[in-house]
């Protein structure tokens, strides 16, 4: 059983080749400039050299035939038959509150992603492209889309609601959706198995922190709340979003720039966060390395993101009344050390106590807590296209 887990963007492709006896990745790679000059390949066998292919890909269909002629290929290649790839698991950013789980992809499904391309503009498109192109390629092969909004749809109204007139969510389904619900959905579940907690009564708190991030309240493996919204701009402050911002900022910001809501929204989007209150970068390492060298803006935005995230999680403490783990995970999650003890440092409240020792570890399930700690902290590394290849496997198996 070998599962092809496909996340498409506008002018991308990134694929893995999942082995599901044992979830080993049997290749990976990424297609880049689709559709613009300069296209290439570059695909990764498990065990074997990088092989970059530089060729013209003017469409997702050109891109999915090379990626499967990457995966055949006699040397660099990690299987002999199409016929051995099971299935494909395709991410889908938006599902609107269509869909609470994946599902198997026919007429009704791709209308639905199709609904949903205003809610995901940049995403939506692209993925039913790549679902579209790996019909073409593969014909009678089931795809599965599996949706970041998915898991988010537990969510309770007095959660997803907007206070603005009822009319805006009857006539355009304004609401909060939230994103990252691969990552969440996994990262939660590892957190239940490998945490040892009651998996129907448990209080989990899930903090993405990649360079997009989000955090979630997770009840007995439930989504009850999450940080980002109808777009994944609202919540914490992150690489180059604002995230929570007061709305009239928006127009003043108009009025003095002569700017459109369109510009400002871009602003928001991909000139803001950490980048745009250091000046520095987007990259949380570049920012780090300023704010170290005395960078007093640098060390201002890393402050404000870490406040942030420490807000948010008293906030959910809040909300669920009560959390028996917190765990972190993604790029800064996974890696950075000290911004995790220093956020647990602000949750001494909870009788949450960190392991110095524990907390250096890197790239593996670990729970960084001592055993005295009223909470569990753990680390967990999230894996997305896993998450994928399972959900594919359980609906086509
Ligand atoms: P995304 O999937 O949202 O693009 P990732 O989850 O890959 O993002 O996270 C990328 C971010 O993680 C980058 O901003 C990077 O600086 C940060 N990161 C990676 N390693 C470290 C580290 N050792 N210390 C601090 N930040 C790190």
């Known amino acids: 059983m070998k599962i092809l887990v496909i996340?498409?963007?506008?002018?991308?492709?990134?694929?893995?080749?999942?082995?599901?006896?044992?979830?080993?990745?049997?290749?990976?790679?990424?297609?880049?400039?689709?559709?613009?000059?300069?296209?290439?390949?570059?695909?990764?066998?498990?065990?074997?050299?990088?092989?970059?292919?530089?060729?013209?890909?003017?469409?997702?269909?050109?891109?999915?035939?090379?990626?499967?002629?990457?995966?055949?290929?006699?040397?660099?290649?990690?299987?002999?038959?199409?016929?051995?790839?099971?299935?494909?698991?395709?991410?889908?950013?938006?599902?609107?509150?269509?869909?609470?789980?994946?599902?198997?992809?026919?007429?009704?499904?791709?209308?639905?992603?199709?609904?949903?391309?205003?809610?995901?503009?940049?995403?939506?498109?692209?993925?039913?492209?790549?679902?579209?192109?790996?019909?073409?390629?593969?014909?009678?092969?089931?795809?599965?889309?599996?949706?970041?909004?998915?898991?988010?749809?537990?969510?309770?109204?007095?959660?997803?609601?907007?206070?603005?007139?009822?009319?805006?969510?009857?006539?355009y389904n304004i609401r909060k959706y939230g994103f990252h619900g691969t990552s969440h959905a996994f990262v939660s579940n590892e957190a239940i198995s490998f945490g040892k907690l009651d998996p129907n009564n448990s209080k989990v708190i899930v903090c993405h922190l990649g360079n997009g991030g989000s955090?979630?309240?997770?009840?007995?493996?439930?989504?009850?709340?999450?940080?980002?919204?109808?777009?994944?701009?609202?919540?914490?402050?992150?690489?180059?979003?604002?995230?929570?911002?007061?709305?009239?900022?928006?127009?003043?910001?108009?009025?003095?720039?002569?700017?459109?809501?369109?510009?400002?929204?871009?602003?928001?989007?991909?000139?803001?966060?950490?980048?745009?209150m250091s000046g520095v970068s987007s990259d949380f390492r570049d920012v780090g390395k300023a704010a170290a060298e005395g960078n007093h803006k640098a060390e201002v935005a890393l402050e404000a993101f870490k406040y942030r995230v420490i807000k948010y999680i008293g906030s959910y403490v809040a909300a669920m009344n009560g959390v028996d783990a917190i765990v972190f995970t993604a790029g800064v999650g996974e890696n950075d050390k000290n911004m995790r003890a220093e956020i647990c440092e602000s949750l001494s409240y909870l009788g949450i106590k960190i392991d110095a020792e524990a907390n250096s570890h890197r790239g593996e399930e670990v729970v960084i807590s001592t055993p005295d700690s009223k909470v569990k902290v753990m680390v967990i590394p999230t894996n997305e296209e896993l998450r994928i290849a399972r959900e594919t496997l359980a609906l086509v198996k």
Not at 223 to 246: N, W
């Open 7 to 171: 996340n498409c963007g506008s002018s991308s492709l990134k694929y893995q080749l999942i082995d599901m006896q044992n979830e080993s990745v049997l290749a990976k790679g990424l297609c880049e400039r689709i559709g613009i000059e300069g296209s290439k390949l570059t695909h990764k066998p498990t065990g074997k050299d990088e092989y970059v292919v530089t060729t013209d890909m003017p469409n997702h269909e050109v891109a999915v035939k090379l990626v499967l002629d990457a995966l055949l290929d006699k040397t660099h290649g990690v299987i002999e038959n199409v016929d051995e790839i099971t299935a494909v698991g395709h991410r889908v950013l938006h599902a609107g509150a269509k869909y609470s789980a994946s599902i198997v992809v026919n007429d009704d499904v791709k209308a639905v992603i199709k609904e949903c391309f205003d809610l995901g503009p940049l995403h939506n498109p692209a993925n039913l492209t790549g679902i579209e192109a790996c019909e073409a390629a593969m014909p009678g092969k089931k795809q599965v889309a599996v949706f970041d909004t998915a898991f988010h749809q537990t969510m309770p109204e007095k959660a997803f609601m907007y206070a603005i007139p009822y009319e805006y969510y009857e006539k």
């Open 215 to 276: 955090l979630s309240a997770v009840v007995n493996g439930k989504c009850v709340d999450t940080s980002m919204g109808l777009t994944p701009l609202e919540g914490l402050i992150m690489g180059t979003r604002s995230g929570d911002i007061d709305p009239a900022v928006v127009q003043f910001i108009a009025n003095k720039e002569n700017k459109s809501v369109d510009e400002v929204l871009n602003i928001l989007n991909k000139k803001s966060g950490i980048l745009g």
